[in-house]
C-alpha cells in the first residue's frame, strides 16, 4: 500500500470526521443534560450557584428516570407483547411458488408450509442474533437521549462446532456458516453529516470504535482490511492513538466518577467505520476491487480508517443494492430544528 496515493483520501476523510465531530459538540451539551437529568443531577453551575447559597437543598426529584422507564415499558409490550412472536409470514392470495403462478389449492398450501418455515427460520436467526436485548437498548436511548440507532442486518462468518466420533475416536467437527446479524449503535459513538436536515439523507454516516490491539490484530487476518497498513500504524503508535473525547470527559463526572478524575492513556486505537460518498478514483487508488466498467464520479463506499492520521486500513464499495447504509433510527419526538430528535 502507498501512502502518497492514498494521502488524498486519507486527508478528505480526516477533515470531514474531525469537522462532524466539532460541529456535533452542541448536541453532545444536550445530551448530557438529558444523562444529568435521568441520574438525577444538577449541571456543574447550577449545582455551584445552589451551594453558594447556605441551607440550600441539593435533591433531584428523577421524573426524567421515571418518564423513560414508563415508556421502555410501552414500548417493550408492543414489541414483545406476551413474550411471543407478535409476527409471521403468510403467502399472497395467489402465491408464485417455484417460479410458476397457480391458484390451485395444492399451490397455496405448499407456499403456506414454505411461508412457516422461512417464518421459524428468521425468528431463529433473530433470536441468535439477541434481538431483544438490542431492541431494549436501541429504544432506551431514544427515549433518554432523543434517538435510537440499530445498525444492520450484516452478516458474519460463523464456526459452529460439535461432537462426534471418527474411527472410534471422539472429535470435534467445525463447519462454517455466514450468519446474519444486528448491533445496537450508540449514538456517542455515531456521526453523521451534521449539514443534513434528515438522518436518512446524510452525505456520511461514520462510527467510531474504540480498538485494543488484539481487535486490530484480528482485523488484519480478514482478507478485506489491509493488513500492512493495521500492522505499520500499530508499530508506530505501541501505546494506541486514542484520546479521551469531551463527552468522554463530562460523562466520567455524571454519577461513576468523582469530578477530579482523570485518565490520560486510553491504550486504544480510534478506528472509524465509514459509510458514504466517495469519488470512485480515491477508492480504486485506495485498493478498492472497482470494475473499470464505472465510470468517474462518486460511488457508495465503506471506508475504515484511523482517526488520527486518516489513514485507510478497509476501502470497498457499499455491498448493498441502491447504496442503502446499514443504518436505521428510531426517534420517537422529531425536530424539524436539529438532526436528532428530543428526549422525554
Not at 212 to 228: H, M, N, S, V, W
Not at 311 to 324: C, E, Q, S, Y
Amino acid at each position: 500500500m502507498n501512502d502518497s496515493i492514498n494521502s488524498a483520501l486519507c486527508r478528505r476523510l480526516k477533515s470531514q470526521f474531525d469537522l462532524d465531530k466539532k460541529d456535533r459538540q452542541p448536541m453532545e451539551d444536550q445530551w448530557l443534560q438529558d444523562q444529568r437529568d435521568y441520574q438525577g443531577e444538577y449541571d456543574p453551575t447550577t449545582l455551584k450557584n445552589i451551594r453558594s447559597r447556605p441551607g440550600s437543598c441539593e435533591s433531584f426529584v428523577r421524573l426524567p428516570r421515571t418518564k423513560v422507564k414508563t415508556v421502555d415499558a410501552r414500548i417493550g409490550d408492543l414489541i414483545t407483547g406476551s413474550g411471543k412472536r407478535n409476527w409471521e409470514m403468510e403467502p399472497t392470495p395467489v402465491p408464485d411458488y417455484d417460479g410458476a403462478t397457480g391458484v390451485a389449492k395444492d399451490d397455496f398450501d405448499k407456499a403456506k408450509i414454505a411461508a412457516e418455515k422461512m417464518t421459524a427460520e428468521v425468528y431463529d436467526q433473530l433470536v441468535e442474533a439477541k434481538y431483544l436485548k438490542i431492541y431494549r437498548d436501541v429504544y432506551h436511548s431514544a427515549h433518554k437521549l432523543g434517538v435510537g440507532i440499530l445498525k444492520g442486518p450484516l452478516v458474519m462468518e460463523a464456526v459452529d462446532k460439535r461432537w462426534s466420533v471418527i474411527d472410534g475416536q471422539p472429535a470435534i467437527i467445525e463447519s462454517h456458516t455466514v450468519r446474519p446479524y444486528v448491533e445496537f449503535c450508540p449514538v456517542w459513538d455515531y456521526y453523521p453529516e451534521m449539514a443534513a436536515r434528515d438522518l436518512y439523507a446524510t452525505e456520511r454516516d461514520q462510527q467510531r470504535h474504540l480498538m485494543t490491539k488484539g481487535d486490530l490484530y484480528k482485523l488484519a487476518q480478514r482478507p478485506d482490511f489491509i493488513k500492512e497498513a493495521i500492522l505499520e500504524h500499530i508499530g508506530s503508535n505501541p501505546n494506541g492513538d486514542a484520546e479521551w473525547t469531551y463527552w468522554e470527559q463530562q460523562i466520567m463526572t455524571i454519577g461513576r466518577f468523582d469530578a477530579s478524575t482523570k485518565q490520560t492513556d486510553l491504550k486504544r486505537y480510534e478506528v472509524v467505520e465509514f459509510w458514504g460518498v466517495v469519488e470512485i478514483e480515491e477508492l480504486r487508488q485506495s485498493g478498492a476491487d472497482v470494475s473499470d466498467d464505472i465510470v468517474n464520479g462518486v460511488v457508495e463506499a465503506n471506508v475504515w480508517f484511523f482517526a488520527s492520521s486518516g489513514r485507510v486500513i478497509k476501502a470497498d464499495l457499499n455491498p448493498f443494492k441502491r447504496g442503502t447504509r446499514p443504518f436505521s433510527f428510531y426517534v420517537p419526538d422529531p425536530e424539524e430544528e436539529r438532526l436528532f430528535g428530543m428526549s422525554v
